[in-house]
């Protein structure tokens, strides 16, 4: 019997014995936000960034590689010729990975040939940062 009497004991001491353990707390919860309470701010259209080249060593670049078909006026004859960097703003909304990849591939069934050989990638970037600082106005 000492021994029930004991077992019950330490069974009664490791349930916490007749007093009961409080509940935890609950966490607190956050107030919903009211939608009338945000408000959306109007994103602005994004300038494109200007390249990373360098535009006044790509004026040297553009008069002796580019200006043949795209003019010093940039209009590549009305665009008759090649791209117009004045008229077309659609062209030069383009990023300038895109415009990079242009010049160095060429664009296929146009007069754009590929640059790759003839110009290295610093002096492509310099090109397309003048094009952006001189036309893409």
């Not at 069974?11 to 309470?37: I, Y």
Request: hydrophobic share 45%; charged share 25%; proline share 6%.
């Amino acid at each position: 019997m000492r021994l029930s009497l004991l077992f019950s004991l330490l069974l009664l001491a490791a349930c916490g014995g007749s007093e009961s353990t409080p509940a935890p707390a609950e966490p607190a919860k956050a107030e919903p936000v009211k939608a009338e309470a945000v408000k959306a701010e109007p994103v602005a259209a994004a300038e494109p960034a200007a390249p990373a080249g360098d535009a006044a060593a790509g004026e040297k670049v553009y008069s002796t590689y580019c200006m043949a078909c795209h003019q010093a006026d940039g209009k590549g004859m009305n665009g008759a010729l090649a791209a117009n960097f004045v008229d077309d703003k659609e062209r030069m909304a383009k990023s300038d990975a895109l415009l990079l990849k242009s010049i160095e591939d060429g664009i296929p069934g146009t007069t754009m040939i590929s640059w790759k050989a003839q110009l290295d990638e610093t002096q492509r970037s310099d090109a397309l940062a003048y094009i952006r600082a001189t036309f893409g106005k």
